[in-house]
């Protein structure tokens, strides 16, 4: 009989003619006659071989007690010969009637459920599930909970406990429940459960699926994997990769070409972390309620925990529930900052007394619980471990000193692996050096009699056959397993591994190369080569972490000097751009002492100096860089122009003027003498010095020239300071369209690489340029992310700036605490690291909070103070730093009239014909404040009032208004002022510039409004 002739018998047959009890009973029964139908028949236990399923599993299907999953089903079925397809649909079917026929929640259909065939970590209860055509009903648990519940033994007499007894922990499972019962009712949520190896962590992460009728998605992360790109999240979503269609292009293309689903085009973008996070988001409400458990993460890869660190602060109201196991004293690469977090402590004396008595089966005596507590120090697997081989009853005295863990439970599983002969020890062994454990990879790895040595192993609960792969029953099995091995059979596993790998996906490309490594004896070329592929794959799948530390170990592996300097530099390189300054500084310095190639040194010096130049103090990196440049001139000039164009930059920050525009020129004009047009980074450089020194139209031409170039260029090949400085000149030169198309461009490219390094300095930027079109409130939200990402990447001069950027807004807004804490935060970064053209901002939101609270003598002291400095430096350019119209006004106030004029005089004269609207618009307003007669005052406040509007500048505006409002009401044409007044008030108040609101306010009850 051929396969389609057997496939018209079951599955095949519409829906309607299904009879039976019910759909659950019915597909089980039609797989027990396919099993019939062979020929010879197979057993349970064979059916379970073959399709590398559990054999409680495969029982639990044939015997219609619960819903099989999809990936169980699947398999079964394959390995009978038959399409699935047409099984996958009647499952789908049956698990609609279910949902249909229970008003409650029930576990929706899909791999990784609770019922037949979830993929339940070694050792965890065995949970019934509903009958069939019946559902748990909102608010009743799937299983006994708490003490005196059943407790079993196991075919070598060791005791395990059965569903729900966790002797110890009612307080946690009381939170775990807590959770759970509001994913029922639609509410998501997190809990971080952390604590020692053996704690029970993975025991109440099994407890959490055994409580309610939820799906679940579950992944373990093994440590080998933590070098594979989206290895997590491809193990926790690829059950739901089926509802990939149903989301939003950028969302489920981000996903598919993440999870190695699809391949990226050629010349397509890295999805960026916001795009896989939030498709992670909406893959997980699409499959909600559900309960997502993830244990040890403190291996998981980088790129994974960026992306689900991202979905778990965003978390919709779908009924998620989120459970994290993770081990304490190790570093966690997901960011739980702000989740609730349950500390597993080790048992109290009377627990320990409690599960010790039951696994002897008698209650022990005094010194048999002193030994036990003093051995294992309450750890709930340490306690079973010891118990169950009667170690500490067999000698340990009083006086010995205790065993670490996880010594206790190294030398514990010691004893259990040792009486396996070779085979089975050879066949853990390559399930150990696995860094999945798919089903797949080992049955290629061992075939079929290989993978029969593995039934004891699993009968002796050391591990689980599941549909999903092989599982240990805890980390440390894997880790006995595989360090006792002697290297020589470790290189070998791998090797196996790497030859017998079926490479479906880019992930399993990855898996090999890291397997061929592992088997490597020594250096290696061809290997090398194959890990530098994977690590430019990862790069481009915005994994930089994870290229990083590909590259390193392809650096390690590759025999010729020179090569192993441009990896270390690739590596480098990754790291700097994953936000790693301190992963990436070691790995130039060791690059640089391999090569001799002056093109390769510069730039290894590039990268180096652009990590240090947002860190180190300006003035060095600008020595430094200038002496390096001045040794590549000759033999590499391009390099040598780039070198003094970020050397440039570095004097941009810190000043003087003079030196950074003469070091930008000198790099320019090399560049130039080489290339006609010279390099983007030196004519950027260039443009933003001439700027400083206020030659404003020579900048202007150069940078428009650039501008074409800037807006298709890819920001990560170039240095940190070309896009920031480009954007920064247009903001100074009004140019506010292109200067957020340029932002919008360069983060786009950036955050799709999931450069971080990058990120801060255009959101830096942004926030400067929302502030001063008017738009307070996007400029607060990107100073707040620029100084909380620089923050953590370790960017004092970025911190400093946003923080600036903030108080400004603090002062404008009358929040005086706030604009002090702010500014005394810039300035403590700024100031002793020598950001002296960078510190001046946070002076000037001090000065302006002066102003805004009628302290207008120390606001004109500050301001005249400021100015001075400003001028040492050799900035000439008023509109880097709009100080001029409050220094007007603040001296005013305090009826200090010539130093107001004396401070229009200095604005006067920076002000040539090419400069940018604000620019003019505040020596307008200026004018008009010191204006002697009202048809003059009235005609600069109208210039004024034309210009901030044509600049976008709508706190200009509004004070330019409520100037002309109170010169109007002074010489008693109150109409006209009250126009002006409720312009400025409507102004002010969109803003939420309340002290100038209460300014306006009193102007117009003198008006008598």
């Known amino acids: 009989m051929t396969t389609g002739q057997r496939g018209k018998r079951g599955p095949g047959r519409r829906p309607k003619e299904i009879v039976g009890k019910g759909p659950v009973e019915n597909l089980a029964r039609d797989l027990r006659a396919l099993i019939e139908r062979q020929d010879p028949p197979l057993t349970h236990g064979g059916l379970a071989r073959l399709s590398g399923c559990a054999a409680g599993t495969v029982s639990k299907a044939l015997a219609g007690s619960a819903l099989p999953t999809e990936n169980v089903l699947n398999a079964l079925v394959g390995a009978l010969g038959e399409d699935p397809s047409g099984w996958l649909e009647r499952r789908a079917q049956a698990a609609e009637l279910l949902r ?11 791999p990784l459920e609770v019922g037949c065939g979830a993929a339940e970590p070694a050792g965890a209860p065995d949970v019934g599930s509903p009958k069939e055509g ?29 569903a ?17 019962e509001g994913a029922v009712a639609l509410r998501s949520g997190i809990l971080v459960l952390r604590g020692q190896p053996g704690i029970g962590k993975t025991a109440l992460l099994a407890e959490a699926r055994s409580l309610w009728g939820l799906r679940v998605l579950a992944f373990r992360c093994v440590e080998s994997e933590a070098e594979l790109a989206f290895a997590a999240l491809s193990g926790l979503l690829r059950p739901l990769t089926h509802l990939l269609p149903q989301l939003s292009e950028p969302r489920s293309r981000a996903l598919a070409v993440s999870l190695a689903v699809s391949q990226p085009a050629p010349g397509e973008c890295a999805p960026s972390r916001i795009a896989i996070g939030l498709g992670t988001l909406d893959l997980l409400a699409k499959a909600g309620p559900v309960l997502v458990l993830l244990d040890d993460v ?35 690469p997901m960011d739980l900052t702000g989740h609730p977090l349950v500390e597993v402590t080790p048992l109290s004396r009377e627990s320990v007394r409690e599960l010790a008595s039951l696994v002897r089966g008698r209650a022990i005596d005094a010194d048999e619980l002193e030994r036990l507590v003093r051995h294992t120090g309450g750890n709930p697997l340490a306690l079973l471990e010891l118990s169950n081989s009667g170690l500490p009853a067999d000698g340990a005295s009083l006086t010995e000193a205790p065993l670490r863990l996880p010594q206790v439970l190294e030398a514990a599983y010691q004893q259990r692996l040792k009486p396996l002969p070779e085979s089975q020890r050879w066949a853990l062994l390559v399930c150990a050096a696995s860094y999945t454990a798919d089903l797949a990879e080992i049955t290629a790895a061992l075939g079929p009699k290989g993978l029969a040595q593995l039934e004891p192993a699993e009968s002796a609960e050391l591990i689980a056959l599941t549909p999903r792969g092989v599982e240990f029953a805890h980390p440390v099995i894997r880790s006995v397993i595989y360090h006792q091995a002697p290297a020589a059979r470790r290189r070998a596993a791998h090797a196996l591994l790497a030859g017998s790998l079926p490479v479906r996906d880019p992930f399993d490309a990855d898996q090999q190369a890291w397997h061929l490594a592992d088997a490597a004896l020594g ?12 690590a430019e794959q990862a790069h481009q799948r915005g994994a930089l972490g994870v290229a990083n530390a590909t590259y390193l170990r392809a650096a390690r592996l590759t025999p010729q000097p020179v090569a192993r300097g441009r990896r270390l530099l690739a590596a480098a390189t990754c790291a700097h751009l994953a936000g790693l300054p301190d992963r990436a500084l070691p790995l130039l310095l060791e690059a640089r002492s391999l090569v001799d190639d002056p093109q390769l040194i510069g730039k290894i010096e590039q990268v180096h100096h652009q990590i240090q130049q947002i860190r180190a103090t300006p003035r060095d990196v600008f020595v430094q860089l200038s002496e390096a440049a001045a040794g590549l001139r000759g033999s590499a000039p391009i390099i040598a122009a780039n070198l003094l164009a970020t050397a440039a930059s570095a004097g941009a920050m810190g000043g003087p003027v003079p030196k950074a525009l003469a070091a930008a020129a000198r790099g320019h004009q090399l560049a130039r003498s080489v290339r006609e047009e010279g390099t983007l980074a030196t004519a950027v450089l260039h443009a933003h010095t001439l700027l400083l020194d206020g030659q404003t139209e020579p900048a202007s031409a150069l940078l428009r020239q650039q501008l074409d170039q800037l807006l298709t260029a890819d920001p990560l090949v170039h240095g940190t300071e070309v896009f920031g400085f480009a954007s920064t000149d247009l903001m100074w030169l009004d140019e506010h369209s292109a200067a957020r198309r340029l932002i919008e461009h360069g983060l786009r490219h950036i955050r799709s690489a999931n450069a971080l390094e990058r990120v801060p300095v255009l959101t830096g930027v942004l926030a400067d340029l929302e502030f001063r079109t008017g738009r307070w409130n996007e400029a607060h939200a990107a100073a707040a992310e620029c100084m909380a990402l620089a923050d953590q990447l370790g960017q004092p001069a970025l911190l400093g700036y946003s923080a600036s950027t903030l108080a400004q807004i603090a002062a404008a807004q009358g929040e005086p605490r706030k604009c002090e804490d702010y500014a005394s935060r810039a300035l403590s970064c700024l100031e002793p690291r020598g950001y002296n053209l960078v510190a001046p901002y946070a002076h000037l939101a001090l000065a ?18 400021l100015h001075e400095r400003i001028d040492s430096l050799g900035v000439r350019n008023p509109a880097v730093y709009p100080l001029y119209a409050d220094m007007v006004e603040a001296c005013l106030l305090s009826d200090w009239r010539e130093a107001a004029g004396s401070a229009l005089v200095m604005l006067s004269n920076n002000v040539g014909p090419s400069v940018p609207c604000t620019v003019r618009a505040a020596l307008a307003r200026c004018r008009g404040l010191l204006a002697k007669d009202a048809s003059s005052a009235l005609r600069h406040f109208t210039t004024a009032l034309d210009l901030y509007a044509r600049a976008s500048d709508r706190y200009g505006l509004a004070r330019t208004r409520l100037a002309l409002g109170q010169r109007l009401r002074r010489t008693q044409h109150r109409n006209q002022a009250l126009r002006q007044l409720k312009a400025s008030l409507t102004l002010f108040q969109e803003l939420n510039a309340t002290p100038w609101i209460q300014r306006v306010d009193k102007e117009m009850r003198i008006c008598g409004r």
């Open 164 to 180: 729900g007894h966790l002797v110890g922990r009612a307080h946690e499972v009381r939170q775990v429940r807590e959770l759970l």
């Open 134 to 162: 019946e559902a748990a009903p909102a608010g009743k648990f799937l299983g006994p909970v708490g003490p005196g519940t059943e407790q079993r033994r196991c075919g070598d007499g060791r005791w395990r406990p059965s």
């Open 298 to 332: 403190q291996w998981m890869d980088e790129a994974s925990a960026a992306a689900l660190s991202y979905a778990a602060r965003q978390l919709p109201q779908e009924g998620i529930a989120v459970i994290i196991g993770l081990r304490a004293g190790t570093d966690c």
């Open 523 to 534: 250096p290696d070329e061809q290997v090398a080569q194959a890990l530098a592929d994977r």
């Open 100 to 110: 249909r026929r229970s008003s409650a929640v029930v576990a929706p259909a899909g």
């Open 848 to 865: 302006q909070l002066s102003l805004n609270q009628g302290a207008y003598a120390e606001a004109a002291t500050r301001l005249v103070t």
